[in-house]
């Protein structure tokens, strides 16, 4: 099988993945604003948000790491067991201070009118974190079937739990109905809300079952040679998604403070509209992290990466596009009429999260000649841009603001990152053909939203033209790559 169909395949396996688990979770979203009330819903929120940051920190980039050296080791077991042995510590290490320190943690999280969620909290990061390397191993090792059938398990769980006790167990209570003392006790011992959270912990702990045999089979040696190597290498990264974390969620924050938690409920709304570009841009990554790094060492690696883009910046366009021609459509299903002022931010965000999975793409020039402390300037430098333009925007041009801010940080981070590889690690991206086809598609897309909107033919009209213009260009690869 060629390269580059086995990237496609085992894309799609990964996409599946990705994709299903965050579909279903943000399908969840009805069911906990049905079930809950708007302050335990902000609960929730707030209890992910520090979700986010925490995974980061403890993980500390270990698992870039872990396939950055994963085929460069000759011995498997050395580069497996170090890794694991380094989250497993960093795990235990959080669950002691966590335990010592757990009143100020929960005073700093605002957990106070509910302790339960501060133990629910550290056990989901405890068990995600242990879990961190045995899910990098299958996919260092092609294993994408077992990967998603173990992450689909997952989902299982976290449905089941979720449908029991928030839509199913309330419907019976509330037509009388009997239910077992287990659970009926359950359920009315437990806050609402701290069902989503064990739901997750319990699917995290099963999953994490399921891997450890993969993990257990190796034999348990801590290399600290090849650890000082990882960290060395790691650590960036982590800075890196501290600084992720904070562009994905300050804007967020600051709306509610700057404006009121009304904008920022009804931006946060409309925001999760693209969650649909997210999901294309985490199946890419799933399947292109290890395959960058287990095809650098062949003479046309540089050239596939080249084509890599290409194909990324193709298919994102017509996703970008297609979402913005049917937005009318797709929020009607997912967000209440309520929130609907907010949804001109789509397209500006939609565009910024094309932008950084481009970003994504460019970002392996310095994963593969460990200058990773790059990861960490880029990073850095959203972060700074994201910032100042909220603050000293939002309160001239309300939430739009932010948008536009997402929108500016991950177009510099792509820029920036694209110049200086080119010094490093450069690769014949072909920029007049790719950047045609973003020009094109936000060309497109600005006519559509703005002067077409709900017109479905000539915006269909218009997206059918491009993609015939994109076959066009294409057709000889398009053909190569079936018949490989």
């Given at each position: 099988?060629?390269?580059?169909?086995?990237?496609?395949?085992?894309?799609?396996?990964?996409?599946?993945?990705a994709?299903?688990?965050?579909?279903?979770n943000?399908?969840?979203v009805?069911?906990h604003?049905?079930?809950?009330?708007?302050?335990?819903?902000?609960?929730?929120?707030?209890?992910?948000?520090?979700?986010?940051?925490?995974?980061?920190l403890?993980?500390?980039?270990?698992?870039?790491?872990?396939?950055?050296?994963?085929?460069?080791?000759?011995?498997?077991?050395?580069?497996?067991?170090?890794?694991?042995?380094?989250?497993?510590?960093?795990?235990?290490?959080?669950?002691?201070?966590?335990?010592?320190?757990?009143?100020?943690?929960?005073?700093?999280?605002?957990?106070?009118?509910?302790?339960?969620q501060?133990?629910?909290?550290?056990?989901?990061?405890?068990?995600?974190?242990?879990?961190?390397?045995p899910?990098?191993?299958?996919?260092?090792?092609?294993?994408?079937?077992?990967?998603?059938?173990?992450?689909?398990?997952?989902?299982?769980?976290?449905?089941?739990?979720?449908l029991?006790?928030?839509?199913?167990?309330?419907?019976?209570?509330?037509?009388?109905?009997?239910?077992?003392?287990?659970?009926?006790?359950?359920?009315?011992?437990?806050?609402?809300?701290?069902?989503?959270?064990?739901?997750?912990s319990?699917?995290?702990?099963?999953?994490?079952?399921?891997?450890?045999?993969?993990?257990?089979?190796?034999?348990?040696?801590?290399?600290?040679?090849?650890?000082?190597?990882?960290?060395?290498?790691?650590?960036?990264?982590?800075?890196?998604?501290?600084?992720?974390?904070?562009?994905?969620?300050?804007?967020?924050?600051?709306?509610?403070?700057?404006?009121?938690?009304n904008?920022?409920?009804?931006?946060?709304?409309?925001?999760?509209?693209?969650?649909?570009?997210?999901?294309?841009?985490?199946?890419?990554?799933?399947?292109?992290?290890?395959?960058?790094?287990?095809?650098?060492?062949?003479?046309?690696?540089?050239?596939?990466?080249?084509?890599?883009?290409?194909?990324?910046?193709?298919?994102?366009?017509?996703?970008?596009?297609?979402?913005?021609?049917?937005?009318d459509?797709?929020?009607?299903p997912?967000?209440?009429e309520?929130?609907?002022?907010?949804?001109?931010?789509?397209?500006i965000?939609l565009?910024?999260?094309?932008?950084?999975?481009?970003?994504?793409n460019?970002?392996?020039?310095?994963?593969?000649?460990?200058?990773?402390?790059?990861?960490?300037?880029?990073?850095i430098?959203?972060?700074?841009?994201?910032?100042?333009?909220n603050?000293?925007?939002?309160?001239?041009?309300g939430?739009?603001?932010?948008?536009?801010?997402t929108?500016?940080a991950?177009?510099?981070?792509?820029?920036?990152?694209?110049?200086?590889?080119?010094?490093y690690?450069?690769?014949?991206?072909?920029?007049?053909?790719?950047?045609?086809?973003?020009?094109?598609?936000i060309?497109?897309?600005?006519i559509?939203?703005?002067?077409?909107?709900?017109?479905?033919?000539?915006?269909?009209?218009?997206?059918?033209?491009?993609?015939?213009?994109i076959y066009?260009?294409?057709?000889?690869?398009?053909?190569?790559?079936?018949?490989?």
């Amino acid at each position: 099988m060629s390269a580059l169909k086995r990237f496609f395949k085992d894309t799609i396996i990964y996409g599946i993945a990705a994709v299903l688990p965050r579909v279903i979770n943000f399908l969840l979203v009805k069911v906990h604003t049905d079930a809950l009330p708007t302050n335990n819903y902000a609960e929730n929120t707030n209890f992910y948000i520090w979700i986010a940051l925490f995974a980061v920190l403890l993980t500390f980039g270990m698992e870039t790491a872990f396939f950055r050296f994963y085929n460069a080791e000759k011995k498997k077991d050395s580069i497996v067991s170090t890794a694991f042995i380094s989250v497993l510590t960093s795990a235990i290490i959080f669950l002691i201070i966590a335990f010592i320190f757990s009143d100020f943690f929960i005073k700093l999280f605002d957990f106070t009118t509910n302790p339960l969620q501060f133990k629910l909290f550290v056990g989901i990061l405890a068990i995600d974190t242990i879990a961190v390397i045995p899910f990098a191993y299958l996919r260092a090792s092609n294993r994408p079937l077992k990967y998603t059938a173990i992450k689909l398990i997952n989902v299982g769980v976290i449905v089941l739990i979720n449908l029991l006790f928030l839509k199913f167990i309330p419907s019976f209570v509330e037509q009388g109905k009997n239910l077992p003392k287990i659970l009926n006790e359950t359920y009315n011992s437990t806050p609402l809300v701290n069902f989503i959270f064990i739901a997750n912990s319990v699917g995290s702990a099963i999953s994490l079952v399921l891997l450890l045999p993969y993990v257990l089979k190796f034999k348990w040696s801590f290399n600290n040679v090849l650890f000082k190597k990882m960290v060395a290498y790691s650590w960036p990264i982590a800075i890196a998604g501290i600084a992720y974390v904070i562009n994905e969620n300050l804007d967020k924050i600051l709306i509610g403070k700057m404006i009121d938690k009304n904008a920022m409920g009804i931006y946060s709304a409309c925001y999760k509209l693209a969650i649909f570009m997210n999901l294309y841009i985490m199946a890419f990554r799933l399947g292109a992290e290890p395959f960058f790094f287990n095809h650098s060492g062949e003479k046309t690696a540089k050239a596939t990466y080249a084509k890599i883009l290409n194909y990324f910046i193709i298919v994102g366009a017509l996703v970008f596009v297609g979402i913005v021609i049917f937005i009318d459509l797709l929020k009607r299903p997912f967000i209440n009429e309520a929130y609907w002022d907010a949804i001109i931010i789509v397209p500006i965000v939609l565009l910024a999260n094309l932008f950084l999975g481009i970003y994504h793409n460019l970002a392996i020039w310095y994963k593969l000649t460990d200058k990773t402390r790059f990861a960490m300037y880029f990073s850095i430098l959203g972060a700074i841009i994201t910032i100042l333009v909220n603050i000293i925007f939002i309160p001239i041009f309300g939430f739009i603001a932010s948008a536009w801010a997402t929108l500016i940080a991950y177009a510099t981070m792509m820029l920036v990152s694209y110049f200086i590889g080119k010094k490093y690690y450069p690769v014949p991206y072909n920029l007049k053909k790719s950047g045609s086809y973003l020009a094109a598609s936000i060309i497109i897309a600005f006519i559509s939203f703005n002067y077409f909107r709900e017109n479905y033919v000539i915006s269909v009209g218009l997206v059918l033209a491009f993609a015939f213009l994109i076959y066009f260009n294409e057709k000889k690869e398009i053909l190569a790559l079936i018949k490989k």
